[in-house]
């Protein structure tokens, strides 16, 4: 069967490692939609944080951010959204003390107060530059709990990949563990990584799927481009799954077709070679 949907995760796959997108990338894309062929973005980005990047796109994309708790259309209508039980985030902030550091909320709100921390630590770099970059969107509550006055999209952590690998262990322990889902994004050569927390069975992959089911796409006709972790569910749920050739050994080592380097064009060259060709 002819590909007739693409989902593509952002970092580290649609850009390159300088979080630019390639010229040729673009044009795969143009050339795609040109066909027909529908482009999903599915990224761990919140959609504000996403949206300079689509932005930048010269064809219209649907979206799932917040690794899979929401769907966007080109005119900004979400049709899907899978919200986390405010009972379960409490929890989630009861049993992850140790991590309180990290943790945020982030909301489904229009602008202020989209993410909350307790206290941001600015004398880290990657939360400081976060903070900086989002800081229209961004407010501190102390406690946590105070601000989970509705459901969120989820509880988010950042931390060394160590600290990020105990957490997981921690939650995946808790007797509250079949309540919610783990997405873990691994950057080993910064010793970064980010681990969301959402309603169970939420990922880029059940969203996928579900929207796969309402628009009438079956499995063979869906191709999946992605890099992390967090992608091994849409990379599952596609027809047709897509590694990045700077993909974390985890994906490299499935067997999964691969591509090019994010600093090679590798979207592009997947879109040629499986989809358009």
Known sequence: MPIRLVAIDIDGTLLDSRSRIPERNQLALSAAVSKGIKIVIATGRRYDFARPILDLLRCPVTTITSNGALVRLPDGRTPLRRLMPRSVAFDVLGATLPWRDSAALVFDRPREGQVIFEQIDREHPARRAY??????????????????????????????????????????????????????????????????????????????AAWMARQGYRRDEVMAVGDNLNDVEMLETAGLPVVMGNAVPELLGRGWTMTAHCDDAGVAQAIERWALD
């Open 131 to 208: 903070a900086e970059h989002n800081q229209p969107f961004i407010r501190e509550v102390a406690p946590l709990e105070v601000a989970l006055t509705e459901d969120p999209l989820q509880v988010m952590f950042n931390g060394s990949i160590v600290s990020m690998r105990n957490l997981m262990t921690c939650l995946r322990g808790l007797p509250m563990a079949p309540l919610i889902s783990l997405a873990p994004t691994e950057y080993e050569s910064r010793d970064f990584a980010l681990v969301d927390v959402l309603d169970a069975g939420c990922s880029k992959g059940s969203m996928l």
